[in-house]
């Protein structure tokens, strides 16, 4: 038998019960659109964490001196006492550092404090980060107003500030924060730039902070020490090796410091639990699309039992006049096969709908920046594809092997 | 002295039954056919002249005894084999036509050309010669419910001799049908054996139509006898 006419006479029998053959086609398009929408949901997740991580400084190594974390500078707002300064790196330092370390993109120094921020009745508790011009580009900070700071602020100790998005609204609610001053430090700073919302990672709240200019702070506290590094390496794995090295060369310019004084960390700790939780999360939701696509195999097979039964005066007429066992399986595996597949290429666009729809529900309750786009991929369609085949195959097997082994005399006189 | 097409030597055939007794449909049953023959086979209803058709086209095998198709035995074909033989050199006729309802006329005389390969065009000429020669050319897109009884019975006989069998097996070919219809039937085997030299074995229980043949086998109790 020819493979035309195995397909010819496939067709020809797959048309003839247009109901049976519609519910049949229902459970492979929603099991393959469930496999579509899920391996495509995830991996928008997958790549929305990665560019988030990206966005928030994947490839940025963060050094905080402990001793900063645990002591306070000078005296603050409210007369409390704190402990002096301990050796730490100055902005000379940073120069020696970039000597010592390959690898270093760019290198910002920090002077991080709290204090309280006012406008007129308003107060917030903050972040006071006294920085360079090099941290927008570092951070990948952008601007919703003004200008960020700048180096003839920083040379010239100007007093003036950039408020990051939560701190503005806080503090001006709907007013334009732009050239109006707020009180820090029991000093007016005149705001000259607002920051766009970054969202906040692993306790990095990027938009409640104000910057100030490093010379500034440092000024204000009588010192000429930083406090934190912030350093740009050029991907996630450098950042990772750079981390590593970092501790050394810094206790080689703090020689009376020990290691464990220094905080270092990048978001690698971060990225590696994401990417257990997604890959988990891939291997669940595809195995419950998966269960859903061997449920609707299972019922193809019960239809394909009926319809042997159906059938087998058909099956006795044609062996009657010639069809071998081998021709009878492959007439109704090919029926079989023919129904998963045309299902399978059905479930490709509802697919595409369901990851969508998904992937909108996924951005309001999991993403921190409610953004998350289904990824899809021309592999993803075949593996679908593959697995409607692999279904309709299994399926069609047992009721195929049945047909061929009836008897032709008995087929023949079955009503 | 030529081999005969058919030769049958104590042929005997039960079927089990779901309650483990056995019903014996033939005993002992022994006959040659010659090519050219035009036979018949008759007997009453449940004599075994199906169950003998059956074993002469393949469809079955004996439990006992020796069946030489060609002068070789079929006991050393496998069933695919077998189904080749069907194919190619056995043309089957039913009491009920057995045509595949959903398909056309068409469709049902090339049925068993698909199984035999060869390029479609020349399928579908053969088709047509047969159709043409049943006299129902101008009926080959119509569905075996849109033909009569007479009709559908000529189309299952352009079916049998699709491939130009040696042998073509009716079995109560007139059962379902008037006697003009059924005389119409039988004109075509009688036609079909004089010019074409087909060889033809009717299972009937119509002594007139028996009557008719080269070679008359009475099927009684399972056993036969030649009665002329």
Redesign the interface.
């Known amino acids: 038998m020819l493979v035309s006419d195995i397909c010819r006479t496939s067709f020809r029998g797959m048309f003839r019960h247009k109901l049976r053959l519609l519910l049949s086609l229902i459970g492979v398009v929603i099991g393959t659109a469930a496999v579509i929408a899920s391996v495509a949901v995830v991996e928008g997740g997958r790549r929305e964490v990665w560019h988030s991580l990206d966005e928030l400084g994947a490839n940025i190594v963060f050094l905080r001196d402990r001793g900063e974390i645990n002591s306070w500078i000078g005296s603050g707002p409210r007369g409390e006492q704190w402990s002096s300064w301990q050796d730490m790196l100055t902005l000379s330092d940073i120069d020696s550092l970039k000597a010592k370390l390959s690898g270093i993109i760019a290198i910002e120094p920090q002077l991080i404090d709290w204090d309280f921020a006012h406008y007129r009745n308003q107060e917030l508790d903050t972040e006071i980060e006294g920085s360079t011009e090099a941290g927008k580009a570092i951070r990948h900070l952008k601007m919703s107003g003004g200008r960020y700071i700048s180096r003839e602020d920083i040379e010239s100790k100007a007093k003036v500030c950039v408020l990051g998005s939560t701190v503005a609204e806080k503090l001006f609610g709907d007013q334009n924060p732009l050239g109006k001053s707020i009180l820090m430090y029991q000093s007016p700073f005149r705001v000259v730039g607002t920051t766009r919302p970054k969202g906040s990672l692993r306790g990095f709240d990027y938009d409640r902070k104000i910057i100030v200019p490093i010379t500034t702070a440092q000024q204000r506290s009588g010192t000429s020490a930083v406090n934190a590094i912030l350093i740009q390496a050029r991907d996630a794995p450098a950042a990772l090796a750079l981390k590593n090295r970092l501790p050394e060369a810094v206790l080689e310019i703090l020689r009376g410091r020990k290691a464990d004084e220094l905080h270092i960390f990048c978001q690698d700790e971060l990225q590696e639990k994401r990417r257990k939780i997604l890959a988990t999360l891939k291997a669940v939701v595809m195995s419950i699309a998966g269960i859903s696509l061997v449920v609707s195999g299972i019922g193809i097979m019960n239809i394909m039992l009926v319809s042997v039964v159906e059938r087998t005066r058909e099956i006795g007429i044609r062996k009657a006049v010639g069809a071998k066992e081998r021709d009878i399986v492959y007439q109704f595996l090919l029926d079989s096969v023919l129904i998963c597949i045309t299902g399978g290429i059905l479930g490709i666009p509802l697919g595409i709908f369901f990851a969508w729809q998904a992937s909108r529900g996924a951005a309001l309750v999991f993403s921190e920046t409610g953004h998350w786009s289904p990824v899809f991929s021309p592999l993803f369609f075949i593996l679908a594809l593959g697995c409607a085949l692999v279904v309709g195959i299994l399926a069609g097997l047992f009721p195929a092997y049945k047909a061929s082994k009836l008897d032709p005399a008995d087929a023949l006189r079955h009503e | 002295m030529n081999t005969p097409l058919v030769s049958i030597r104590n042929v005997a055939k039960s079927f089990a039954m779901p309650h483990g007794a056995q019903v014996v449909a033939l005993r002992d049953v022994s006959l040659d056919i010659e090519s050219g023959e035009f036979i018949s086979i008759v007997g009453p209803s449940g004599s075994g002249k199906s169950t003998l058709l059956?074993i002469i086209?393949c469809?079955?095998r004996p439990s006992g005894g020796s069946y030489h198709l060609r002068g070789k035995s079929i006991s050393l074909y496998s069933?695919?084999e077998l189904?080749?033989i069907?194919?190619?050199m056995i043309g089957?006729v039913?009491q009920s036509y057995?045509?595949?309802e959903?398909?056309t006329a068409l469709y049902n005389v090339l049925?068993?050309t698909?199984?035999?390969?060869g390029r479609?065009d020349a399928r579908r000429q053969a088709v047509r010669s047969k159709l043409e020669e049943v006299g129902l050319l101008h009926r080959l897109g119509h569905l075996p419910a849109q033909l009569s009884g007479g009709e559908q019975q000529r189309v299952a006989i352009a079916?049998a001799l699709v491939?130009n069998p040696a042998l073509l097996l009716a079995d109560e070919p007139t059962g379902n049908l008037d006697s003009d219809t059924g005389e119409q039937i039988i004109s075509i085997f009688e036609r079909l054996n004089r010019e074409n030299k087909t060889t033809v074995v009717i299972a009937t229980h119509n002594r007139g139509i028996a009557a008719r043949s080269d070679k008359v086998l009475e099927v009684r109790d399972g056993s036969t006898e030649q009665t002329s």
């Open positions: 059956n086209g469809l079955i069933s695919n189904a080749d069907r194919n190619e089957f039913f057995n045509l595949l959903y398909e049925l068993p698909i199984y035999r390969a479609m079916r491939n």
